[in-house]
């Protein structure tokens, strides 16, 4: 009795965790209706989400197809100085400058700019930063991590994360929290169903046929 106590106790905690968790979909092009992709120069398109984010249970989910990113996540977390060359394509940025001086203005291109400093291979992306003058961290798809000149695409804002307490989050965000969403497996073709089904019927017939009487 005592056993199956504890498994439904168990269990109750998973599915209390599970539901509680909350995952944001991006997988729309993120220039629809701009003239982003034409115009030179960088371009930093707002009108992202606002969102509560749980570093503890939430996940940002993307479809790598539509941002021309790896299908698989490569995470790092730190300053911009510990960053590496290559090999990453999601990035959460600790400091807000070089001299990590929290008063310097400090926005999405300035965050961009010291990432491009430390990357050197070619490639699109996303990084979370804090934003200075709004106070909170905000997600942002930069379309190659490399170049200080790439476009922009602010994604979300975490309004829950303001202030001192918010910057301290930073370091605890890690790979759980981000995910490529996996492509839509493909329906079988009608010939294939019926050539599964009519292997399972033969198998039945072969189980009753072998059968002792």
Known sequence: MRCST?????????????????????DTDPFAGTPVRTTPGRQIVGGEL????????DVFAFDPAIFGVDNQVHFVNGPAGSLP?????VIVLESFD?????????????????????VSTPGAGFF??????????RLVYSTD???????LKILARMLNLTGQDGRETLPEFSTDNF????????????????????????FVGIRRRSKPA
Request: glycine share 8%; charged share 5%.
């Open 6 to 26: 504890l498994l439904a106790a168990s269990a109750a905690l998973v599915l209390s965790a599970t539901s509680n968790a909350t995952t944001f979909t991006f």
């Open 179 to 202: 995910a490529m969403i996996a492509p839509t497996a493909q329906t079988p073709e009608p010939s294939s169903l019926l050539l599964l089904a009519a292997g399972a019927l033969g």
């Open 85 to 89: 060359s290559g090999g990453a394509n």
């Open 128 to 137: 979370v930063y804090f934003n200075q003058g709004l106070n909170l961290p």
């Open 145 to 151: 991590l490399d170049d200080p000149t790439a476009d």
């Open 50 to 57: 606002f969102i509560s984010f749980n570093t503890g249970t």
């Open 98 to 118: 070089d001299d990590n001086n929290p008063l310097t203005p400090f926005g999405a291109g300035n965050a961009a700019n010291l990432i491009a400093q430390q």
